[in-house]
C-alpha cells in the first residue's frame, strides 16, 4: 500500500485521535500491534493514520484467551 507522506501524524496526535494516552501507543508500536515509524533524524514516531486505525480494528477483532 502506498502511502502519502502528507498524511502521517505524530504519536501525540495519533493518540488524541484514538482517545488514549500518548504512551500506551507507543507501547503499542513497540509490541507491533500498530505499524510505526521512526524518523532517523529525531526519533520521534509517526503513524499512517488509515493504516493504524485498520491495524487497531483487527487486533480488537481477534479474540485473547
Known amino acids: 500500500m502506498k502511502q502519502d507522506l502528507n498524511h502521517m501524524v505524530s ?3 495519533m493518540a488524541r485521535i ?6 500506551t501507543l507507543r ?3 513497540k509490541k ?4 510505526s515509524y521512526i524518523n532517523r ?3 520521534y514516531r509517526y503513524y499512517f493514520k488509515q ?4 491495524a487497531l480494528k ?3 477483532g481477534t479474540k485473547r484467551a
Open 11 to 13: 504519536n501525540g496526535k
Open 18 to 23: 484514538l482517545g488514549i494516552d500518548p504512551k
Open 27 to 29: 507501547k503499542w508500536a
Open 32 to 35: 507491533g500491534i500498530v505499524p
Open 41 to 43: 533524524l529525531n526519533g
Open 51 to 54: 493504516e493504524a486505525i485498520k
Open 58 to 60: 483487527k487486533e480488537s
